[in-house]
């Protein structure tokens, strides 16, 4: 890894965002609370931000629980300047998933795939389980006491994004798992993951069993209303659970346009490029291996009309038969 000091010496005498992806979850907000206090132990202070809402009713629980404070996209227009340095956490820029604000992106700490180079003054993009992960190694290599508070959210956000470590795990989320669990609160990070589903969550449940078509062993849904990004994911896993399916894909209708999560068992299925060359005509995803995520705009596909659905599957079907599947699929829709 990086020195993490060489990221203080950037830092010092400027104005801090840390940004996180526009709908943060559990391990983005985790890993910008934890690079928070970081900077604090060496007296640079810094502000959180996202242009998304926190559109999931656990996510809010842990923004209470840790006392995390998010500036939203209006909150960011009045005291952002394009003078202020931003450090990307969890995201990438350009990377679809993050608002290009008019701070000067100076820094990444991503534990995704890279799609679209960018030249930071600080970068640390590693392939790991959770960003938490990082942010843990940073105090280890650094030395720097962790708070119970801290080392509670990372541990959190670091089961959150590897689903209980039974995806994307690696030797460094181990190592992390380690040093965080004998600091953690463990009676709180319990509580938090009792209650990830909400009522109005079953209604897009049920639109997916309802919409869901799997052909050989890919399961595709479309959910015709909002879901929150976190719901879609949900969705998404849900799909993957069936015996008869090792590769999900479902997305759902945003005010501007359709929002993608894809996941693959499949060696052969590399769910960020399956989805990143599917999109890459209409729209933009990207992500790991086993998990990645997407979105198109609306006036991208207007001309779908009524075969929005068939449409936007043709264009899975072409990466799935051209580049990843030793097998045709069937088109019929």
Known sequence: MRDFKELVE??????????????????????ALGLQKLLEHYEIE????????????????????????????????????????????????????ITDFVGNEVAAIDHHPTFVEVKYKYAELCITGACATLITHYYMQTGVKMSRTVATALLYGLKMDTLQFSRGVTIMDVEAFGYLLPLANMNK????????????????????IENI?????????????????????????????????????????????????VRSELDEVHAGDLIHEALSDIGNGGGHASMA??????VNVKDYGDFLEQKIWEHFIKVLNEKMLEYPIIENF
């Open 10 to 31: 950037l830092c010092r005498g400027h104005k801090i965002f840390i940004q996180t992806h526009n709908f943060p979850d559990a391990d983005a907000l985790s890993s």
């Open 46 to 97: 810094s502000s959180i931000c996202a242009a998304g809402a926190i559109d999931r009713k656990n996510i809010a629980q842990m923004v209470k629980t840790f006392g995390i404070k998010v500036l939203s996209q209006e909150d960011i227009l009045d005291v952002m300047n394009p003078e202020d340095y931003i450090i990307c956490v969890d995201s990438q820029k350009l990377a679809g998933n």
């Open 189 to 208: 990070i319990e509580r938090l993951m009792k209650n990830t589903m909400e009522f109005r969550d079953l209604g897009a449940y049920g639109a997916a």
């Open 213 to 261: 078509r799997v052909f050989q062993t890919v399961g595709f849904a479309y959910v015709p209303f909002t879901c929150p990004d976190g719901l879609i994911g949900s969705l998404s896993d849900f799909i993957l659970a069936l015996d008869e399916v090792d590769v999900s894909i479902v997305f759902s209708k945003r005010k501007d346009g359709y929002k993608f999560s």
């Open 293 to 298: 995520g997407g979105f198109v705009p609306s």
